[in-house]
């Protein structure tokens, strides 16, 4: 969860354009997938370690959560800063750790731990995959304000 909040911190509050003259309803009502998204993770993830639960459908809500939230966060990509905007091939890495994750979450399905375990490797990666973006791209495109100093 950790990860997933620096994901979404990362998104909201630093790569979006808030000087940008956009309304901001699109940002706004984005947060309805995100909340939708948390929510049928951590139900899920009490489904996961239930041994009367069916774990093929807990799976499937728990990545259907995290599709939720990620697919969210990263529909905001085009209100950011000019240099922070996502090319496609960021969208075509951030969906392939997601299939990735999800593929062998299902193979490894009867083992619950295992599940949370590839759970937590992905969204690792996820908020991994946006800090480098991020910080090569600052040091790309932007000056560095040595004022404060």
Same mark, same amino acid.
């Given at each position: #969860?950790? +990860? /997933?909040?620096?994901?979404?911190?990362?998104?909201?509050?630093?790569?979006?354009?808030?000087? +940008?003259?956009?309304?901001?309803?699109?940002?706004?009502?984005?947060?309805?997938?995100?909340?939708?998204?948390?929510?049928? #993770?951590?139900?899920? #993830?009490?489904?996961?370690?239930? %041994?009367?639960? $069916? /774990? /093929?459908?807990?799976? =499937?809500?728990?990545?259907?959560?995290?599709?939720?939230?990620?697919?969210? @966060?990263?529909? $905001?990509? %085009?209100?950011?800063?000019?240099?922070?905007?996502? %090319? !496609? *091939?960021?969208?075509?890495?951030?969906?392939?750790?997601?299939?990735?994750?999800?593929? /062998? *979450?299902?193979?490894?399905? =009867? $083992? %619950?731990?295992?599940?949370? +375990?590839?759970?937590?490797?992905?969204?690792?990666?996820?908020? =991994?995959?946006?800090?480098?973006?991020?910080?090569? !791209?600052?040091?790309?495109? =932007? @000056?560095?304000?040595?004022?404060?100093?």
């Amino acid at each position: #969860m950790v +990860s /997933l909040f620096l994901f979404y911190f990362g998104e909201f509050d630093h790569a979006i354009d808030e000087g +940008s003259n956009q309304k901001g309803v699109f940002i706004i009502y984005s947060h309805y997938p995100i909340i939708i998204g948390l929510m049928l #993770m951590t139900v899920s #993830m009490g489904f996961l370690l239930n %041994p009367e639960a $069916n /774990l /093929l459908v807990a799976i =499937s809500l728990f990545y259907f959560g995290i599709g939720l939230f990620q697919a969210a @966060v990263l529909a $905001n990509g %085009p209100y950011n800063k000019n240099y922070l905007r996502y %090319p !496609r *091939s960021y969208y075509c890495a951030q969906a392939t750790l997601y299939l990735a994750a999800l593929i /062998l *979450s299902l193979l490894f399905a =009867s $083992n %619950p731990i295992t599940v949370l +375990s590839i759970a937590t490797i992905f969204t690792l990666a996820i908020a =991994s995959h946006f800090i480098s973006f991020r910080v090569t !791209r600052t040091k790309q495109y =932007s @000056v560095p304000y040595w004022g404060f100093f």
